[in-house]
């Protein structure tokens, strides 16, 4: 059986490819690499089929347009991996992270050992920037060996998982039911959060592994486009607390961590939503935490009332000028752009 399947969702990427490949290709036959083909109309496609004539772990998969949620959908679907990792087209991998993590997978398979989820750091690779934030965990995740959650310290505020971090066991992907919504951006923050309610076995290991390239005008963590389709973050927002059940989660750290990462998310739509400043965002951050409030009124009490969520949602134009700076102090902590 194959190790490890890389998912790549790939839009107009013609620009990127060949060095995402790149860095993904040194894994030999204990990987396969999805370049899946999200409806470009660019070169793409030429050139994912031009890798997999080149490459015999990488193939090349087509689809009519569903965005980044429905191309990771196709990866999960067409993956023969022990493993699932998604590596977005504008991103790469440091080669010697990323062997360690193969001799440490391939080391935990021959001792007859799987978990559900192996976790590494990521680099930010900030555009324009020559110091490189890493998000780290060896303050609250053992090291170098398997763990559960018993055994995992709190997360800080500026803290979290991303699609970066995780290495996902792909039958739990498929145990739990993951279908990212098609048309959205964002569902990273589902594709970390609803599996990892199933997660019960661990790995941590300490490399510097994922590359994350931000800082195009065009991203979609560009604050500018981010307000744009504000919707999407909403919406993306709310299904987060939906799938949050408090009283069904009765390992404390599990249950923290989760809390941690709603309200981080729900910080960001409000402080986007302020940014806009339109009568129509003010409008549309009331009806968040009213869908909060109504939906999950346990989470809502603990949200609203901590100080990151009073703070954004202070009144009036000095309430706003004080949540804008609490923006840009959440920005440098969170790394988006």
Sequence with gaps: MTLLSIAIPSYNAQEYLHYCVGSLVVGGDQVEILIINDGSSDRTQEIAEELAAKYANVRAIYQENKGHGGAVNTGIREAKGRYFKV???????????YLKILETLANLDSQGQTVDAFISNFVYEKEGQSRKKSMNYQNVLPTDRVFT?????AFSKG?????????????LL??????????TFYVDNIFVFTPLQAVETMYYLPVDFYRYFIGRNDQSVNESVMIKRIDQQLKVNRILVDSLDLDAITQPDLRSYLLNHVEITTIISCALLNRGGTAEHMLKKQELW????????ALFKIVRSGLLGQLTNLYGYPGRKISNAVYKIAKSIYGFN
């Design 87 to 97: 590596v977005d087209s504008d991103d790469w991998v440091d080669t010697r992270a």
């Design 149 to 153: 959650w018993d055994d995992v310290g």
């Design 290 to 297: 009213q869908y909060i409030q109504e939906q999950n009124p």
């Design 174 to 183: 498929r145990e739990v039911g993951l279908v990212l919504p098609e048309h």
């Design 159 to 171: 803290q979290y998982m991303m699609m970066h971090s995780l290495i996902y066991r792909t039958e």
